[in-house]
């Protein structure tokens, strides 16, 4: 858990994100918000549960990382190889994602240079 860091400050981040940081991230509200359930993180397109890519244990948004290859990865196993280490990377591959899903593809041009 990272509460209370500066997570916008990209510059000193010195752990990998999770699941839970990016939503927090994105929409500092849910910070506020006593308890955090599985909408919170649909209403962002995020995954609430999952499986860690690598030993398959159960994760959630607190313990889940954005994986490089497009999985979950849990704390358990990620590192800042297999992981995606700041907010701009996950946004940028978030932003990749969603677009693929609409059928647009920007591969070929220069968006998240
Ligand atoms: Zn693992």
Same mark, same amino acid.
């Given at each position: 858990?990272?509460?209370? #860091? %500066?997570?916008? !400050?990209?510059?000193?981040?010195?752990? $990998?994100?999770?699941?839970?940081?990016?939503? =927090?991230? *994105?929409?500092?509200?849910?910070?506020k #918000? %006593?308890?955090? !359930?599985?909408e919170?993180?649909a209403? $962002?397109?995020?995954p609430?549960w999952?499986? =860690?890519? *690598?030993?398959?244990?159960?994760?959630?948004?607190?313990?889940?990382?954005?994986?490089?290859?497009?999985? $979950?990865?849990?704390?358990?196993?990620?590192?800042?190889?297999?992981?995606?280490?700041?907010?701009?990377?996950?946004?940028?591959?978030?932003?990749?994602?969603?677009?693929?899903?609409?059928?647009?593809?920007?591969?070929?041009?220069?968006?998240?240079a």
């Amino acid at each position: 858990m990272t509460d209370g #860091k %500066e997570i916008d !400050n990209v510059e000193r981040w010195d752990c $990998l994100p999770t699941v839970l940081d990016f939503a =927090c991230h *994105i929409n500092p509200d849910l910070r506020k #918000k %006593e308890r955090l !359930n599985g909408e919170d993180f649909a209403d $962002l397109n995020l995954p609430f549960w999952g499986g =860690c890519a *690598i030993c398959e244990a159960s994760i959630a948004a607190y313990n889940a990382c954005f994986g490089r290859h497009g999985y $979950l990865i849990g704390t358990c196993c990620a590192d800042k190889e297999n992981a995606l280490t700041n907010m701009l990377e996950i946004q940028a591959d978030r932003a990749k994602a969603e677009n693929k899903e609409n059928g647009i593809d920007y591969e070929d041009h220069d968006y998240f240079a």
